[in-house]
Each structure stands twice: as structure tokens, then as C-alpha cells.
């Protein structure tokens, strides 16, 4: 990329975004688990994020519970099902599973599909009781469009960031153009990665022998060093998995 794109001269070309989507955390939106709250009168609330690409799943409770953060890895399957699910739990066969998943006692679940603008699964934002065991319509209705604004702002919030990170590597491009000492390929692979886009084998050598990436079958994972680099400065990445093999290469 040269200097003269900051002018308009040049098209630049667009790149297929391969690496992980960039992702955000569930704890970003506590206001909506705040509102989630307030409008259903539930005890708690779940938001559950699962990255469509690597089926990587993140979980938050609301109010925080250090045993639920603790102990529940996942909702049972049963509560997951897509769109708007209320489900009594009380006296049935399913609170055998919710208890073994971590969350005794629930008589309640309540959860709403949280989907990006292409119609994929982000999620799922849902209010939990131990007392109740149904709610109003009015409330449900409430809950739904709470669900679309909770989608939306994951939606906006991924994209600002992989914005975000794809200036950033576009200005060290630049400064590359003027010094090609200026930046090392260890740092615009990581940007690289950041923003949703393969590093070049150059950039992913120079990654793995600084200590911020690893392969493994054929896939470059970040370090935990690089990860919390990048999260410091509000870059989410979600893990990434090696290919099995079955799986087949990424277009």
C-alpha cells in the first residue's frame, strides 16, 4: 500500500478477511443485563456469546456469581434453541440437566437468539428464576426487542474494533513505504491478525520467533502474551482451534 492511498491516487485493494472474526466480551454489555433485569424482575441473566467461525462460546451472569462463573461452562442444550424460548423447569426432566450443568433450583428460563445482520447465531441473551415460572407476554415482547438492540450493538462494537485495528495497520504500511525499518512484521502480523486478515508467512515467522504466535497443525494461534497485548488496548480475539481432519481449508 503506498502513501499516496491517504490521498485518494491509488485504489486499495480489499482482502478476504480469514483470520477469526473479532469478537467482544459478554461483560461489555452489562447495561443490557441491567435492562434485562428491570423489565423481567428475574433474579439473573445470561448473556452468551458463541463465535459462528470457531464455535468458541463466552458466558456472563448478571448480577455476577463467582460459583456460577465458576462452576457453569455452558447452558444445556435444551436451552439453546433458536429464537424466543420460555421454558418452566420446575417438575421436569430437564432440571435434572440444569442442575448438573451448575444452576440448582432454576424453575425459569427465559432466552432470546441473538443474530447479526446476515441472519447467524451470535448468542443468546436470557433472564433465569429460581421462584417463577413464567412471564407475561408484555414482558416477553420487551425482552425480544431488547435481544435486537443487544445484537445490533455486538454487531457495531466487532466492527469498530476491526476497523480500528485495520487503520492502524494501513498507517504502519505507510511508514513502511517511507522506512522499511520503521515497523516490524511482528507487529503489522499482529495487527494483521487484529483486523481479521491472514499474516503473511513473513509476518507470521517473525510473529512466532517474537514470542506472540505458535502453529499448530497448520494454524497460527496467538500466545497469551499477544492476546492480552492486543486486549489491553481493546482488541478481542477469540481462540482459535487447529484444523481436524475433517475440516476443510478456509476459502
Known amino acids: 500500500m503506498a502513501v499516496a492511498h491517504l490521498y485518494g491516487l491509488t485504489p486499495i485493494q480489499s482482502e478476504t478477511p480469514r483470520a477469526p472474526r473479532m469478537s467482544v466480551e459478554p461483560i461489555d454489555f452489562s447495561t443490557v443485563a441491567d435492562l434485562a433485569l428491570s423489565i423481567s424482575g428475574c433474579a439473573r441473566v445470561c448473556i452468551r456469546l458463541a463465535n459462528p467461525d470457531t464455535g468458541e462460546v463466552r458466558m456472563a ?37 440444569v442442575a448438573e450443568a ?10 432470546f437468539t441473538l443474530r447479526s445482520q446476515e441472519g447467524r447465531s451470535l448468542g443468546v441473551l436470557a433472564v433465569m428464576d429460581t421462584q417463577r415460572s413464567d412471564l407475561p407476554e408484555a414482558v416477553l415482547v420487551q425482552l425480544g426487542q431488547l435481544a435486537e438492540i443487544l445484537s445490533r450493538g455486538i454487531g457495531m462494537a466487532a466492527s469498530t474494533i476491526r476497523t480500528m485495528a485495520r487503520q492502524s495497520l494501513g498507517l504502519m504500511q505507510d511508514l513502511l513505504e517511507l522506512d522499511q525499518g520503521a515497523v516490524g512484521p511482528e507487529v503489522t502480523g499482529l495487527l494483521r491478525y487484529a ?4 499474516p503473511s508467512e513473513a509476518e507470521s515467522l517473525a510473529m512466532r520467533k517474537a514470542g506472540l504466535a505458535v ?37
Request: proline share 11%.
Open 61 to 97: 451472569f448478571f448480577p455476577e456469581h463467582r460459583r456460577l462463573k465458576g462452576e457453569v461452562k455452558d447452558l444445556p442444550e435444551a436451552l439453546l434453541a433458536q429464537g424466543q424460548a420460555v421454558v418452566p423447569i420446575a417438575g421436569t426432566p430437564l432440571a435434572q440437566q
Open 102 to 111: 451448575g444452576m440448582p433450583g432454576l424453575t425459569l428460563y427465559a432466552g
Open 195 to 198: 483486523a481479521g486478515r491472514e
Open 215 to 251: 502453529e499448530a497443525e497448520g494454524v497460527l494461534l496467538l500466545t497469551p502474551m499477544a492476546r492480552d497485548m492486543l486486549y489491553i488496548h481493546g482488541f478481542r480475539v477469540p481462540k482459535r482451534k487447529p484444523a481436524g481432519p475433517s475440516d476443510e481449508p478456509a476459502a
